[in-house]
């Protein structure tokens, strides 16, 4: 094989390789081959650095940052309301609605983000509606599954609520017969 040859074939396979991690995003798990390689000539590698902010809250929207290596945190109004770990999106509500980011996304530790300019999603979106309406499933599903999952933390937290407030209960009743036998002593 000429050392041409082998480049072609190396270039295709890391293409494949990423186009295989960026279907890991729920946005992009839908996409057809054709459109997953559109995504792939679009993105933009972005270098992270730690405590590097990728979009403020509020910010008009620039695109959709997927997280290739290193880690984010999300806050909104200062507080942290997740942390965001290989291979993920930030931005996807803004993306599809083009409003501005209504959180922060801010670079935990050093890593690479690819953005995928909004300029991008407004003429594909206005090209093809099937790329839109599989973006959307794809996000909507993803956004199902964190509410799932919050649903189930805020179940958990109420139990031990109850767990709790029996325990205070006991423990109160047992205060009082404490302090009822030391005043009949008293």
């Known amino acids: 094989m000429t050392d041409t040859n082998q480049s ?5 396979a890391r293409e494949k390789a990423l186009i ?12 057809s081959t ?5 995504m792939r000539k679009a993105a933009k590698p972005v270098p992270l650095k730690e405590g590097q902010t990728l979009f403020a809250q509020g910010d008009e929207a620039a695109g959709l940052f997927v997280l290739m290596k290193g880690a984010i945190s999300v806050r ?3 507080v942290e309301v997740s942390a965001v ?4 999106a930030v931005g996807e509500r803004s993306m599809l609605t ?10 935990t530790t050093a890593g690479l983000a690819l953005l995928i300019p909004q300029a991008v999603f407004v003429v594909l979106f206005d090209r093809e509606q ?28 109420a139990t ?13 009743h047992e205060l009082n017969d404490a302090r009822m036998i030391h005043s009949m002593r008293g």
């Open 20 to 31: 295989g991690r960026l279907q890991q995003v729920a946005a992009f798990a839908k996409l």
């Open 8 to 12: 072609s074939v190396t270039a295709k």
């Open 160 to 172: 031990r609520r109850a767990e709790l407030s029996k325990l205070m209960e006991e423990a109160e």
């Open 76 to 78: 909104r109004d200062g």
């Open 85 to 88: 770990d290989p291979v993920a």
């Open 98 to 107: 083009g409003d501005p980011y209504d959180e922060e996304a801010v670079s």
């Open 130 to 157: 099937e790329l839109f309406n599989r973006m959307s499933r794809g996000i909507i599903e993803d956004l199902c599954e964190e509410l799932n999952r919050a649903n189930l933390d805020q179940s958990q937290l």
């Open 34 to 38: 054709k459109h997953m390689q559109v």
